[in-house]
């Protein structure tokens, strides 16, 4: 009799500390955007960095493609999904097949959102809600926001550029009224980095992979690709 006493009671306590870990997970309100932030530690070692790239009818193709391959040459996990169909006609009409469409994604899964610009492109994800959502809530949190070209309007459209240093391409510069505009290849401001058209693309995502990997494999891998001025 004493042994199943102990057996019950034993039972009850495990009831009450899986209850307990139920509440400290679901802190966060139904259907609130934070819902999908992960809380993992971010001070625990991860396998590599996952990039989500989102894209659409319009998108700047060499911006896209640049900005995929050098970070996947990092060993960097780099999702593009595409917020309307598949494939995506860009902005030169080159066609691109996304690996996902945005639906099927979980934006909470990814350590950073780069954005390729393309004027046309660029008004379709500034017109997604989904996409302004996400930005928003990786700005609340602290994860990595990348812009390139018009992209940044993207980011502006979003609401997060009001006092932070940016870049973008010149063309839309004037648009850019929230925060304040710096001209230079690529700017860094905290968990943002901007960068200005096709042909610093490079230079963005190295950019990319110098703050998160350090300037070392950064100029490896610059090198490996044989860019100018890495010699």
Request: some cysteine.
């Amino acid at each position: 009799m004493f042994f199943l006493f102990l057996l019950l009671f034993l039972f009850l306590i495990e009831l009450e500390e899986e209850k307990e870990e139920e509440e400290e997970e679901d802190w966060v309100p139904a259907g609130h955007p934070l819902q999908w932030v992960s809380t993992a530690d971010p001070t625990e070692d991860t396998d590599m960095p996952r990039v989500l790239v989102p894209i659409a009818d319009g998108s700047e193709e060499m911006e896209a493609v640049i900005l995929v391959d050098t970070l996947r040459r990092a060993e960097w996990e780099v999702v593009i999904a595409s917020v309307g169909e598949s494939p995506v006609t860009c902005s030169r009409g080159v066609r691109l097949l996304p690996d996902v469409l945005w639906g099927e994604t979980d934006p909470g899964e990814f350590d950073w959102l780069a954005l390729p610009g393309g004027g046309p492109g660029t008004e379709v994800l500034a017109g997604d809600p989904r996409v302004l959502e996400t930005i928003r809530v990786f700005d609340a949190v602290g994860k990595g926001i990348a812009a390139i070209c018009a992209a940044p309007l993207v980011l502006q459209e979003a609401g997060i550029l009001s006092g932070r240093r940016v870049t973008s391409h010149p063309g839309v510069a004037e648009q850019l009224t929230a925060p304040t505009y710096i001209e230079e290849d690529v700017v860094v401001d905290g968990n943002l980095v901007t960068s200005r058209g096709p042909g610093t693309t490079f230079a963005f995502a190295l950019a990319l992979i110098k703050k998160v990997d350090g300037e070392e494999k950064a100029g490896e891998l610059a090198r490996a690709m044989v860019l100018p001025g890495f010699d």
